[in-house]
């Protein structure tokens, strides 16, 4: 990468999406060697599969899982079986299937059940942004962030934006949500060509969080020798009164909605 005229390198051109994707799936790969990375196989499902194909679940059970019973909703494929070979193998050492056999339909079809199928598709929304250290409030709600978009895909809500509502009340009272990006994106001519971009916003000159700044634009601006003006002078704490400060922005829009 080259650096820019000022010497800068231009980190707003680098694709993060699909370099994160990258090493997701890289770290996955791993997992699956290791035998974690698998999907559990839902009880009745696996009974039924196996009834209906003429075998038996109770035997195949103790061979396939390493937490077999009857009471569990969800069975997990041992970590030994990464593969068709070693399923094979499985088999064989428990006396299921001889060597010249080929792995019964039923068990197969369980073990193909089982294998994750991690697909993507990335999206490079631009770099709009950089800012200072995470605050506590950062770190609470990007964490959140994290569990919503985990919920999401664990219920199958693809092409989703993850996030939270009510940010300016406490955090008991905060709300996930998953929108539509569908929704968010438009049409914009980009190098001669049509290109799905996420329609941005301008700013409501006409708000009151707006007025409110521009009242003290000049001032925050030091464009006049003045006291110096700060909401915390100190580092960020992740402790105390200041603790649970929310972005000026996000404040003042509250406030603007019990004007």
């Known amino acids: 990468m080259e650096r820019d005229s000022h010497g800068n390198f231009q980190f707003s051109l680098v694709e993060t999406d699909k370099v994160i994707m990258g090493l997701v799936k890289n770290y996955l790969n791993?997992?699956?060697?290791k035998g974690i990375?698998?999907?559990?196989i839902d009880n009745s499902y696996y009974r039924k599969t196996l009834s209906t194909g003429g075998l038996d679940p109770d035997f195949f059970g103790?061979?396939?899982?390493?937490?077999?019973?009857?009471?569990?909703?969800?069975?997990?494929?041992?970590?030994?079986?990464?593969?068709?070979k070693t399923l094979k193998q499985s088999l064989i050492k428990a006396g299921a299937i001889q060597k010249n056999d080929i792995i019964p339909a039923p068990v197969e079809k369980i073990y193909k059940k089982s294998v994750p199928k991690f697909e993507t598709q990335v999206h490079f929304y631009g770099y709009d942004g950089r800012g200072s250290d995470p605050t506590r409030f950062d770190c609470i709600y990007t964490y959140n962030l994290g569990l919503t978009v985990?919920?999401?895909?664990?219920?199958?809500?693809?092409?989703?934006?993850?996030?939270?509502?009510n940010l300016e009340m406490d955090f008991s009272r905060w709300e996930p949500i998953g929108i539509p990006i569908a929704s968010l994106m438009h049409l914009e001519e980009r190098k001669g060509k049509l290109s799905l971009v996420l329609e941005k916003s301008v700013v409501d000159i006409n708000s009151i969080s707006f007025q409110v700044v521009k009242s003290f634009r000049?001032?925050?601006l030091a464009t006049a020798p003045c006291e110096n003006n700060y909401r915390r002078p100190g580092p960020i704490r992740f402790t105390g009164k200041s603790e649970e400060d929310r972005p000026?922005?996000?404040?003042?829009?509250?406030?603007?909605?019990?004007?």
């Open 30 to 33: 791993i997992l699956k060697e």
């Open 37 to 40: 990375y698998k999907l559990g």
């Open 62 to 84: 103790p061979i396939l899982f390493r937490n077999y019973d009857k009471k569990e909703k969800f069975f997990l494929l041992k970590e030994s079986i990464i593969s068709k």
């Open 150 to 165: 985990f919920s999401l895909i664990a219920n199958g809500a693809t092409g989703q934006m993850a996030a939270i509502k």
């Open 218 to 220: 000049d001032k925050w």
């Open 248 to 259: 000026i922005t996000l404040v003042l829009n509250a406030l603007a909605k019990h004007i």
